[in-house]
């Protein structure tokens, strides 16, 4: 296809990207600033256009304004003008299990789209691959704020 790719092929991270990601997942995890859980997160989150943030997370003594990696991450990619994402990593020091993301990073993740990809790891790096859509079946996002949509919307709004 004289080497035009489409948006799929494009988004795919090769096998070297997604060990790559994975290792600054863990990296960014020893920034975590976790007193009151002692559960340190870490999550690396490619850009389309291949620039990577990290996140950890972040607690406080007010325990429940504590901030999870993935938000974090995701926040500092917005802030900085960045929208389009093709993956992110997630990294904890769980031996036996797959960090899974909290439903509010799920919802978070999700605002930017469905089909891009999220690597759950472990602590010896090993991972499973899903999709945003897959971690958060029939969600609800911007699109669905259409007022096409909508039906009865009372006049007062
Ligand atoms: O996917 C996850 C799961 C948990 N946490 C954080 C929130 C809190 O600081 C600590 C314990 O829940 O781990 C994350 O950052 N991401
Ligand atoms: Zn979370």
Known sequence: MDGV???QEVSRLSQEEVKDLIHQSHEAK???YSPYSKFRVGAALRTLDDRVFLGCNVENACYNLGVCAERNAIAKAVSDGF???KAIAIASDLNDQFISPCGGCRQFMREFGCDWEV???KSDFS???MTVAELLP???GPEDLSKKKMSNIPSNL
């Open 83 to 85: 929208r389009q994402f």
């Open 30 to 32: 020893k920034f975590s």
């Open 5 to 7: 790719k489409s948006t």
């Open 119 to 121: 690597y759950l790891t």
């Open 127 to 129: 991972y499973k691959k």
């Open 138 to 140: 029939d969600s609800f």
